[in-house]
């Protein structure tokens, strides 16, 4: 289109020029011979200048044709690579609507372990611990048995932490009935959870045969009904710290919360899940808990394997049932972060909150032990 526009402007000018030449010539004849050119010589100018353009408009526009086919051609042969080369690329595969969807319990399967935990140093450490611990299903002798019996039995179960624990002060036993745990980068441990056992664990008779029928007599009253224990909080001083409560077996990893690792359950308070031998392994099961007087009960029943939770009293059903993995099971507090809180075996002058649990267990009020009390340490039933 250039190229036209100029030879446009290249024909007005000859023309122009023809009409001024034309005019000279006039002049010209004009003023040589004192007389005007005529009417022939006039249109005889007239027909060359028009043949002229004519010969010139001619070439200019078969010219400007060919130019214009040329250009159209390149521009489509320039579309059609360029859509060539598009169909060359690799197509995304367009999504099958013919699949079926996937099965309820492909749904349920454990997710793949995200990449925090897996690289999670205390659960690196915690399954390289079970690979090299075995459970241990020990019960105390019978002389520590009989000895159970006849005191002030569930004054002899006692939270005692692990040395490192103690060597570095996180967690500090008063009294024997609370516990205060403060775990902080600071402390020189590089795990944030913790946990703390008991030294004896909840009997079950049907793992050990007695020979002295009265301590088993005395052993299946009192111990195969009911094991229970409650925890109450105190103090907590960060709104993110979780507390966990269950059992676990022994050796556990100290450094992880019941629930977390194999053989164990833990109810816990960020979430109100229970975890069961895995921290993959969680559901939920009861309200959120953690705060200031709340108080959680832990119970467990040799005859049916049954382990349950309670708030305030309150019984929330059934966590899980023990049948073929029927171990020896130890009551088990854990936390991520710091809190105190007060642990109540039946022995203590407060008693449960769970009602159902008052009548069970040697030092529970209203037991077998309470029973064979002095009258002045009876305590008023509601």
Not at 87 to 105: F, G, H, I, R, V
Not at 280 to 297: C, F, R, S, V
Request: hydrophobic letters at 35%; one cysteine or more; a negative charge.
């Amino acid at each position: 289109m250039i190229y036209s526009n100029n030879i446009l402007i290249y024909i007005f000018l000859i023309l122009n020029n023809l009409k001024t030449a034309s005019s000279g010539a006039v002049l010209f004849v004009v003023n040589s011979n004192g007389s005007g050119c005529s009417n022939a010589c006039i249109a005889l100018f007239s027909l060359l200048g028009i043949a002229v353009a004519i010969i010139i408009s001619s070439c200019v526009y078969c010219y400007s044709k060919r130019y214009g086919r040329k250009e159209k051609y390149n521009s489509s042969s320039s579309n059609t690579m360029i859509t060539n080369d598009l169909n060359d690329l690799e197509q995304p595969a367009l999504p099958s609507y013919d699949l079926q969807p996937p099965a309820y319990t492909e749904l349920n399967n454990s997710s793949p372990l995200p990449p925090t935990l897996v690289h999670s140093e205390s659960f690196d450490d915690a399954e390289e611990f079970s690979k090299n611990n075995q459970t241990i299903d020990l019960l105390p002798s019978d002389d520590v048995i009989q000895e159970l019996l006849n005191q002030d039995t569930y004054s002899y179960w006692k939270f005692i932490p692990e040395k490192i624990l103690q060597q570095l002060e996180i967690v500090i036993v008063n009294n024997e009935r609370e516990l205060i745990i403060n775990n902080s980068k600071k402390k020189g441990l590089k795990y944030n959870e913790i946990m703390v056992q008991c030294n004896l664990p909840f009997l079950n008779p049907k793992k050990f045969i007695n020979e002295n029928n009265e301590i088993r007599v005395k052993s299946e009253e009192n111990f195969i009904e009911l094991h229970y224990f409650e925890i109450t909080i105190v103090e907590k001083f960060s709104d993110v710290t979780n507390i966990a409560i269950g059992l676990t077996t022994k050796p556990y990893p100290y450094f992880r919360l019941p629930g977390y690792n194999k053989y164990s359950i833990g109810y816990h308070s960020n979430n109100g899940h229970k975890y069961q031998n895995s921290q993959l392994n969680l559901q939920a099961y009861g309200p959120k808990w953690g705060e200031l007087g709340d108080t959680i009960g832990c119970g467990y029943k040799p005859s049916s394997g049954e382990v349950f939770f309670t708030k305030d009293g309150e019984y929330l059903g059934i966590a899980h049932i023990y049948e073929e993995e029927n171990h020896v099971w130890y009551p088990t507090v854990g936390a991520e972060g710091t809190c105190k809180i007060e642990i109540n075996f039946g022995d203590s002058h407060n008693m449960f909150k769970y009602k159902q649990a008052r009548s069970f267990g040697p030092g529970a009020q209203g037991g077998w032990l309470y029973k064979h009390l002095d009258p002045a340490k009876k305590w008023a039933e509601d």
